[in-house]
């Protein structure tokens, strides 16, 4: 499995932002997906900011929530990420995911920069 995620970029506080992420792999119907995030000054940590499962179901932190929206594609297996009123503590490393049956994979990040 090989993931790929594009769209990061410089974004001003309050504007949105899309990013992608291109699946390349078995069956991508079959995996859920997750966004997850590394900011400045949790170099060692992830957060979740949104799961779709492959029944389509989603999930966000409440840090997030009402803000962002994930969606997938399973024709094209791509999983997208709806970012919206963005703040500078949003800004980051995004990475997809994917898990199937205790397999994990993970793609190159992309980085989101909001200014103030």
């Known amino acids: 499995v090989q993931l790929q995620a594009s769209g990061g970029g410089l974004v001003q506080a309050g504007g949105s932002r899309r990013l992608s992420c291109s699946f390349s792999g078995p069956n991508f119907s079959d995996w859920e997906m997750f966004w997850y995030r590394r900011t400045p000054g949790s170099e060692r940590t992830l957060s979740a900011v949104?799961?779709?499962?492959?029944?389509?179901?989603?999930k966000y932190p409440q840090s997030v929530r009402g803000r962002f929206t994930v969606s997938r594609d399973d024709a094209r297996n791509t999983v997208d990420l709806q970012m919206t009123n963005l703040t500078p503590e949003d800004s980051g490393v995004y990475y997809c995911?994917?898990?199937?049956?205790?397999?994990?994979?993970w793609g190159q990040g992309t980085q989101v920069t909001v200014s103030s």
């Open positions: 995911g994917a898990q199937r049956r205790g397999e994990n994979y």
């Open positions: 949104a799961t779709i499962n492959s029944g389509g179901a989603t």
